[in-house]
Every structure is written in structure tokens, then in C-alpha cells.
């Protein structure tokens, strides 16, 4: 992984970034994903919005 901040987190933590990060979910900021950081509001739609483009909509 690309990220230089996720090197001690569970494996299957380090999947789960991994992922959102392959779907342009979340992709970190200077190489790092800062995986301790609270989510402020404005990011937390921006996650939002990118997921809810990923999903067909037919099934909402």
C-alpha cells in the first residue's frame, strides 16, 4: 500500500483502506491516510457522495 501511516493497522484494516482508496473514496493527503483522524462534516459527504456514485440506482 501507498500509504506510509498504515504500516501498524490490522490487516484487514489495512484491506478496507486499501479499497476505499482503489474506488477514489477516500485517498489520503501527502501519502499519508491519517487513519487515527476525526472525520469533520464537510468530509464525511464527500465520502458519501463518491459511494452513492458507486452504487446502481436501482437499489435506492
Known sequence: M????????PQDSRQAIQAV???EIMTGDGG????KQVLVREQA???LVR??????EVLY
Request: charged letters at 20%; aromatic letters at 8%; proline letters at 8%.
Open 2 to 9: 501507498k500509504f506510509g501511516d498504515t504500516s501498524n493497522l
Open 21 to 23: 482508496n482503489e474506488h
Open 32 to 35: 499519508r491516510f491519517h487513519p
Open 45 to 47: 459527504a464527500a465520502i
Open 51 to 56: 459511494v452513492q456514485k458507486l452504487i446502481p
